[in-house]
């Protein structure tokens, strides 16, 4: 079953006078459950297909469909629900709240919804907390982790809603390749056993191994 | 918990999070003090022109009286009938009077036997009188204007109904000093001349008993308080010039003044109400206050100027700092408004903490000030004065709200234009 579906999806961005093409036309289908990575140089237009199917940019031309509902009709309102709701992100720096503990960070997304029982929010963060495996480390402020422990928080944070895509930009730059190794072996862990469907982005050819489904992308269009 | 990340986003930059509150709390405390000083020296003036001066809350001319009693008395003066009637129409005011009193103004000359001056009088019953000096407001907020022995006047008039009270600039001018009590009998004794109220001229035999302050420089040359009867006697009447209400509220005078006028009209009574702040009654409690409430009005423009620009300040660093926590807060799906709400929990975060340090620093200010009972004298006052601050409740409460409103208005404004940018660019946003 297709969860995202981009049909001659199109994003220029004015630089100046001029406008500067990203993506020139994109076709992707992501079925729900796949593990799939976008590889790309640096100025690929990676990134902007990331912004694009998370909902966090609008494309100049195009059509885009996550789990059947197009995105480019939806109002600011209905894409902060969708957003909520059914993506999570994980960022490249992790974007953690400093002044936030663990706990707090991982319940950030779950305080949208007023509506969601105190019990309900506990019982969610207590089970994505204990999947990353960061129990021990909940009253702990992000800048008292490493950058691995980091990234594993903001992907608790990023699958406590239940989301149906996770998307991730460049999620392992910022670490080690033995940290970075690891959070892709979590993430891809956490595709099989919740079966979310993750959709990340990276220049480093070396991961390739360790995922689903490849898309190259080459000029702001895909490739392969 | 928004309102717990609001509080701890205060810590964040802890060195401009002081600066800012420094900024607040100077202008919370300048406020409290300012207002605290200006509501000391409202109910000051308000209870010397109410109690003090004689004038009541309400007073009760004969209709066009205020403007013409001392060209016509004769013609505007309030006659036993006329009071009768009024006394009637005062019926179902009742319960908001706490009593009534009659008074009657006039000059003349005062004379030692030797040298003549000239005086300014005004005649007052004894029961209005009494409860005047004696009054809880004067004796809380107007004790500057009374003299030492200002408070035996009563019990002069009921030894000797012959006593007034003048200034002790009226008494030098006369060749007697105060106090008057130390004076031998035969130089107590002075004589008041007047035209009485056909025009014929008139004396009254009186006796010097003490001597009072009538507050204002301009009079204190020829001050002269004398019981009501007496001053009757002089002017040749059995008329008085107005008749006094003083209320147990004094917040119900506008409306009552109105509705006592209101009877009037409808009654066709030939009589007029008017309440102590009238310019044509109390010009100095007017005056003074207009030019009070006019430079509050300016300061306040000015610190509330300031607060807000130091709010938008430190929130305008805060929010470039956190542009790209804004950009997750978006991506994760927070709207604008709950940003813009979690930024202006924050400022009233700040608020509470400057409005509780601004209520203790004004208090400890104002403490400190008042036990130095610092005396001065403003122009055109006739007594020294203290200068004391108060904190008062419901002022704390009103610049609070104020504060609250400010600041809360002022961060909606600045967060407002960043929350509108690009999810993306405020991701992509290096923070600087």
Redesign the interface.
């Known amino acids: 079953m297709s969860l995202v579906q981009l049909k001659n999806v199109k994003k220029s961005y004015k630089l100046g006078e001029t406008w500067v093409p990203a993506l020139r036309g994109v076709n992707l289908e992501i079925r729900a459950g796949e593990f799939t990575s976008v590889i790309g140089a640096s100025g690929s237009g990676k990134s902007t297909l990331l912004?694009l199917v998370?909902c966090?940019?609008l494309p100049t031309e195009g059509s885009i469909q996550i789990g059947g509902q197009e995105v480019t009709q939806m109002n600011?309102?209905q894409q902060?629900?969708l957003?909520?709701?059914k993506i999570g992100?994980i960022?490249q720096?992790f974007?953690l709240?400093?002044?936030?503990n663990i706990w707090?960070n991982i319940?950030?997304?779950l305080?949208?919804k007023a509506n969601l029982p105190l019990d309900q929010r506990n019982q969610r963060v207590q089970s994505v907390i204990q999947s990353v495996g960061l129990e021990t480390f909940k009253h702990h402020r992000p800048d008292q982790l490493s950058g691995g422990q980091r990234q594993r928080v903001a992907i608790a944070?990023a699958l406590v809603?239940q989301p149906s895509l996770v998307l991730a930009d460049e999620p392992t730059a910022n670490l080690d390749s033995k940290t970075a190794h690891m959070i892709l072996d979590l993430m891809a862990e956490l595709n099989k056993t919740q079966n979310v469907t993750f959709l990340f982005c990276s220049h480093d050819e070396k991961l390739i191994g360790r995922v689903g489904r490849i898309v190259r992308i080459h000029d702001g269009l895909i490739v392969e | 918990m928004m309102w717990k990340m609001a509080f701890r986003n205060l810590f964040r930059n802890k060195r401009r999070t002081i600066a800012t509150s420094a900024a607040v709390v100077a202008g919370f405390v300048g406020l409290t003090l300012l207002g605290g000083y200006i509501i000391y020296v409202e109910k000051g003036l308000k209870s010397h022109s109410v109690y003090l001066l004689n004038k009541g809350h309400i007073s009760i001319f004969k209709k066009e009286g205020l403007q013409r009693y001392h060209t016509r008395p004769s013609l505007y003066q309030l006659t036993p009938d006329d009071r009768q009637s009024i006394q009637k129409v005062l019926v179902p005011f009742k319960s908001s009077i706490e009593w009534t009193g009659l008074a009657i103004s006039g000059s003349g000359l005062i004379s030692n036997g030797e040298k003549s001056v000239p005086f300014l009088a005004v005649g007052v019953d004894l029961e209005s009188l009494n409860k005047s000096v004696n009054h809880p407001q004067v004796l809380k907020w107007a004790r500057d204007f009374l003299t030492q022995d200002s408070l035996d006047f009563v019990s002069a008039i009921q030894k000797d109904p012959f006593s007034i009270s003048i200034t002790s600039r009226l008494g030098e001018m006369i060749q007697r000093k105060v106090p008057f009590k130390n004076l031998e009998p035969e130089k107590k004794n002075v004589q008041l001349a007047g035209m009485d109220i056909f025009g014929d001229l008139n004396a009254v035999d009186a006796t010097l008993s003490v001597s009072f302050s009538t507050g204002s420089d301009m009079l204190e040359d020829s001050g002269l308080l004398a019981p009501f009867e007496l001053l009757q006697n002089l002017y040749g009447t059995d008329g008085a010039q107005y008749l006094m209400i003083y209320l147990n509220n004094d917040l119900d005078v506008a409306d009552l003044t109105n509705s006592i006028n209101q009877v009037f009209q409808t009654q066709n009574l030939p009589f007029e109400a008017y309440p102590f702040n009238d310019p044509r009654i109390s010009a100095n409690y007017v005056g003074s206050m207009g030019f009070l409430y006019a430079m509050a009005g300016f300061f306040v423009f000015l610190i509330c100027g300031a607060v807000a620009l130091s709010i938008v300040n430190s929130l305008t660093m805060g929010i470039l700092e956190r542009t790209r926590e804004i950009g997750t807060f978006r991506a994760i799906g927070y709207r604008p408004q709950q940003l813009s709400w979690l930024m202006t929990q924050e400022s009233l975060w700040l608020s509470l903490i400057c409005a509780v340090a601004g209520v203790i620093i004004s208090f400890v200010i104002g403490t400190i000030v008042n036990s130095l009972n610092i005396k001065f004298s403003p122009p055109g006052i006739s007594s020294e004065v203290q200068f004391a601050l108060f904190v008062n409740f419901y002022l704390v409460l009103l610049i609070a709200f104020l504060f609250f409103v400010l600041i809360g208005f002022t961060s909606y404004f600045v967060t407002h234009y960043k929350l509108k940018m690009k999810i993306v660019d405020l991701l992509s946003d290096s923070g600087s």
């Not at chain 1, 709240?97 to 936030?100: A, C, G, H, I, K």
């Open positions: 912004n998370g966090l940019d600011e309102l902060c629900s957003r909520n709701e992100f960022f720096s974007n709240v400093p002044v936030l707090e319940e950030l997304p305080l949208v944070r809603t």
